[in-house]
């Protein structure tokens, strides 16, 4: 399974970036993706996760209003919209895959294949 995340970039504050994560290399329909991010000199905190096939999305509580998971089943890609970005969203965005239950979906140990990540950058 390979993962790759891209659309990362330099906005200005309260702009809004699209990122993706495109995946081949298996079937996931099983599988959910997850969204995390890591600033620098911080640990790897949950941004939003959601099961291949649909279903309820799962959004950290700072950034909920702001995120919109969706999905080009035809590509085998999901995208990341992230809407009125601060400069405390600054980090390097990754995206990844496993099969963790409704309980686990905000552990970044309940998946096991992992994009390379994406900067975004936000300046004030």
């Known amino acids: 399974v390979q993962l790759q995340a891209y659309g990362g970039g330099l906005v200005q504050a309260g702009g809004s970036l699209r990122l993706s994560c495109a995946a081949s290399?298996?079937?996931?329909?099983?599988?959910?993706i997850g969204w995390f991010r890591q600033a620098p000199g911080k640990e790897r905190e949950f941004v939003a996760a959601?099961?291949?096939?649909?279903?309820?999305?799962y959004y950290a509580d700072s950034l909920k209003g702001r995120l919109t998971i969706s999905r080009d089943y035809a590509k085998n890609t999901v995208f990341l919209q992230m809407d009125s970005l601060k400069p405390e969203d600054t980090a390097v965005y990754y995206c990844?895959?496993?099969?963790?239950?409704?309980?686990?979906?905000?552990?970044?140990?309940?998946?096991?294949?992992w994009g390379q990540g994406t900067e975004v950058t936000v300046s004030s």
């Open positions: 990844a895959t496993g099969r963790p239950i409704v309980s686990t979906m905000r552990r970044a140990s309940s998946y096991y294949h």
């Open positions: 959601q099961r291949w096939r649909g279903g309820t999305p």
């Open positions: 290399g298996g079937t996931f329909s099983d599988y959910a």
